[in-house]
């Protein structure tokens, strides 16, 4: 992740005195920036091929794919973060997440605002994951470029200019352009396997992919659930388990990413805590009972200031 060079050069700054400005965490913050005070990825000007001829943007993209021992550096900075003192730690992770809001970073949605998006978009590539490159050093092909172009527009072009050694590898197709139809069957195919659906910028308000993230490969999810330096925001939503459907099944704790999800071995019943929910919604494609819901998290007494 482009966090990789920050680590040591932000501590530096913080250790001779530099102010640190406050991390916001109210999801307004995109909304009212990117989306006129609406769910800023449901807004198709956000997706729109005339924000591709920003030469930094297109700059950041290239350099993006073009580095992924950045990334790996950036895995080795984290863990350094992890025993660093508080404040220093604190600070750093301010920093560090409001400048990934700027350049990359990404929100959990649920399947149903996937859909939504694939209305106003007019084509969808898959290609290999940046992140399960970096992780596992195979291709795995789990993101989703959308455009508003036909055959990816110019997103597709730039990234095909990038090495074709991490793009392709062998015996693997490319980028594959495929119909809306089969993305949406290949992210229900994932959310049974257990894996998050998020929208990602590239220089915001750009959005240009929906990625499928679990914390064991995933860099973001990992920076983000695992260490506590937040680079992508929970959904606009919470999850809820009803009571009287659930019958202690424990599936959906199998695949929640999260942490999320507890037991009551006396009540022989699951329930989610709203504190750790990330209103993913993955939890109810195992449900044989239907036993859960997404609820908006702004009506949520609990889960509605975190993000």
């Keep these: ?26 999801m307004c913050e995109f909304c009212h920036k990117h989306g006129e005070g609406r769910k800023w990825y449901l807004e198709a000007n956000n997706y729109s091929e005339d924000l591709l001829s920003d030469l930094r943007r297109r700059k950041f993209i290239m350099d993006f794919f073009k580095r992924p021992e950045s990334a790996r550096r950036g895995i080795r900075r984290l863990n350094d973060l992890d025993r660093a003192p508080g404040f220093v730690r604190r600070a750093i992770i301010r920093r560090v997440s409001n400048k990934m809001k ?5 929100q959990v949605v649920p399947i149903e605002e996937v859909e939504r998006i694939f209305e106003f978009v007019t084509s969808v590539a898959r290609f290999a994951c940046f992140c399960r490159h970096v992780t596992l050093g195979s291709e795995h092909r789990y993101c989703f470029g959308v455009s508003m172009a036909p055959n990816g527009g110019e997103l597709a072009r730039i990234v095909r200019e990038i090495d074709v050694a991490y793009l392709t590898g062998p015996q693997t197709a490319g980028i594959e352009q495929i119909s809306k139809e089969e993305a949406l069957s290949f992210m229900r195919e994932h959310e049974r396997e257990g894996l998050c659906h998020t929208v990602w910028t590239f220089v915001a308000p750009f959005i240009g ?24 925001f929970r959904a606009e939503y919470v999850a809820s388990i009803d009571p009287e459907l659930c019958t202690g099944c424990r599936e959906c704790m199998r695949v ?4 999320a999800i507890g037991y009551s071995a006396a009540l022989d019943k699951s329930f989610i805590d709203p504190r750790q929910c990330y209103g993913c919604g993955i939890c109810r494609s195992v449900c044989s009972k239907e036993a859960i819901s997404l609820n908006e998290r702004s009506t949520d007494s609990v889960a509605s200031s975190i993000w």
């Excluded at 700027?102 to 990404?106: D, L, N, S, T």
């Excluded at 490969?217 to 680079?231: E, W």
């Excluded at 929640?256 to 942490?259: E, I, L, S």
């Design 1 to 26: 992740m482009v966090f990789a060079a920050f680590l040591a050069f932000e501590t530096k700054k913080l250790l001779v005195g530099e102010a640190v400005t406050p991390l916001k965490r109210k």
């Design 102 to 106: 700027k350049v990359h970073f990404g």
């Design 209 to 232: 992919g929906i990625c499928n993230c679990d914390r064991s490969d995933c860099l973001a999810m990992r920076t983000t659930v695992t260490h506590g330096l937040p680079v992508m």
């Design 256 to 259: 929640c990413q999260f942490g």
